[in-house]
């Protein structure tokens, strides 16, 4: 089993940024990729990027290329986001995944093994 717990979200203004966290535990050793989406009330939940636990290699969601960041600590099984020039629609929850596939990405919920809780990210306009 592996568990994550994300860090990092509030309440910000437009044009803040802001840099989500994810700690990963537990079994680690499996996981290899891990990938952050993100969900707002009545939709489904949305890839965003996601990146290759060994390799580093990143990959995002086309509308997601211009102001987010996904990168992992090289000490530490940690995960980030950073979004920059944050937006009103950019509100919502978002949640970091891990996956045991051996993909080269995997950009659907359905592809990740496990989930952290979730952090809200509010931007106020």
């Known amino acids: 089993q592996v568990q994550l717990v994300e860090s990092g979200g509030g309440l910000v203004q437009a044009g803040d940024s802001l840099k989500l966290s994810c700690a990963a535990s537990g079994h680690t050793f499996s996981i290899r990729i891990m990938g952050w989406f993100r969900q707002v009330p009545g939709k489904e939940r949305e890839f965003v990027a996601c990146l290759r636990w060994n390799s580093f290699s990143t990959y995002y969601a086309d509308s997601m290329k211009d102001r987010f960041t996904i990168s992992r600590a090289t000490s530490e099984n940690t995960l980030y986001l950073q979004i920059d020039n944050l937006k009103p629609e950019d509100t919502a929850v978002y949640y970091c995944?891990?996956?045991?596939?051996?993909?080269?990405?995997?950009?659907?919920?359905?592809?990740?093994?496990?989930w952290g809780q979730g952090a809200q990210v509010t931007v106020s306009s």
């Open positions: 995944a891990a996956s045991r596939s051996v993909a080269s990405r995997s950009i659907e919920s359905g592809d990740y093994d496990y």
